[in-house]
């Protein structure tokens, strides 16, 4: 494997930035140290234009090829988690309350180590954008970097995203053409009643036995309105209603969240939470206030950059490797808002048997570098001299 040979050189130093940045977690778009890092790395390695401040905090750097040609984009995520380290590690977060685990210190140190490989072997026609967005937990960070221009402005393509992914040995990758990531909604459901006396509820209009209601009827729309093959989560997660044993509360409160893998089908579970709650509510004489609230879109993975990042990753170990039909997750991620602005593809990379994302004890896994280096290196290689 020879990209995964020179790459090898530089696994080392690359996981140096990557504890680095561990033991250094910014949040959502507050990444200006991490961004400040990023940009320093890459005037170091001779990159031939560095942008800063797109999407807020976000960074790019543009490598030009040997002669004129297409753009593509590579994108890593910077920004950590509110969570408090437990991993035991000697990089641990130095910042109580928050941490690295989802591994963008690992995507942002390897889209580096790319990054210094492409500049000092320039191996290609064209231009490789290396883009380092923030606030890809929950804050939109790729919509904002798209919405301040970052496909037109460096003539972007496609373009093409990665995530480690734990209990995927490492030196493996998984991907799928089509929905890989789900769209991750949040609802809320605050039932309006008549509090009173828990001994007479007949003048009363109980909101926590009308909610109980509505959390029941909610389970019949994955099992009972969407299509069986076309899979939908809804789990209620919150049920906050009164204080004491002998008081019947004015309110109840319900929140959850909606998990699909199809526009239609996210549609049609949002409809459904509003009939639900109204319906119910108005069987009982409550009345409800539902507010649903969408995040990023469903990740979905064109087929002819599907088949390109396969390609790239077969190349780097081999197709015993490579799953190209994995199973989709039905976590979210923003990396969506790019795939509707250009066309991509975004590619899981074995972490190994480490705690899991958003775990406190999880770790990125530092033998993963050297293979999600290459991947790069190899893909944009592959894109950019055909
Ligand atoms: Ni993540």
Redesign the pocket.
Known sequence: MPILNRVAELQHEVSEWRRHLHTNPEILYDVEETAAFVEQKLREFGVDEIVTGIGRTGVVGVIRGQGSGRAIGLRA?MDALPIQELSGKAWSSKTPGKMHA???DG?TAMLLGAAKHLAETRNFRGSVIVIFQPA??GGAGALAMVQDGLMERFGIEEVYGM??MPGMPVGTFAIRKGGIMAAPDKFTITVKGRGGHAAEPHHTIDPIAIGAQIVGNLQLIASRNANPLRSVVVSVTRFQAGTTHNIIPEEAMLGGTVRSLDEAVRDLAENRIREVAKGVAAAHGADVIVDYERACPVTVNHPDETMHAARAAIDIVGGQNVDTEVDPSM?G?DFAFMLQARPGAYIMIGNGKTAG??HPAYDFNDEAIAYGVSYWVRLAEQRLTE
């Open positions: 995520d989802c591994g963008h995507h890809e937990e995530h480690n976590a991620e994302l958003h």
